[in-house]
């Protein structure tokens, strides 16, 4: 790999593709070689790049906000019909018969008990 890396071809075809190092440095590392100068990773410049700005905080809710809600001492809510509206919107058509589920009108254990 050593004269690989030392050959005119590979160092002329490394210096036009530098993307090609990240194929060969794994190579080195498991042969234990130090990387060649034309393979190694450059260096980041942390000077140059400015810090991200602040993210704004989001507004602190008004201590008044669950005062419209009625809560009971195990924490549940009660909701006025009119807010329950204002939450879930108005409420559905009614189901017409024949898209009801079918319930059978006869019992049955009763059927069972008397066997088949």
Do not use: C
């Not at 050959?7 to 530098?18: F, N, R, S």
């Not at 009971?72 to 189901?95: A, Y």
């Not at 019992?107 to 069972?112: A, E, Q, S």
Request: net charge positive.
């Amino acid at each position: 790999l050593q004269h690989f890396m030392e050959d005119p071809i590979v160092q002329a075809l490394l210096a036009t593709h530098p993307s090609l190092g990240r194929i060969l440095r794994p190579l080195h590392t498991m042969l234990g070689l130090r990387y060649p100068a034309i393979i190694k990773r450059p260096k980041k410049h942390t000077s140059s790049t400015k810090p991200r700005p602040k993210r704004p905080r989001k507004p602190k809710r008004h201590p008044s906000f669950m005062d419209q809600y009625k809560i009971n001492p195990d924490g549940s809510i009660d909701f006025t019909p009119e807010q329950l509206h204002d939450i879930l919107g108005p409420p559905p058509p009614p189901v017409p018969p024949w898209h009801q589920p079918f319930i059978p009108s006869f019992n049955v254990k009763k059927m069972w008990r008397k066997g088949p």
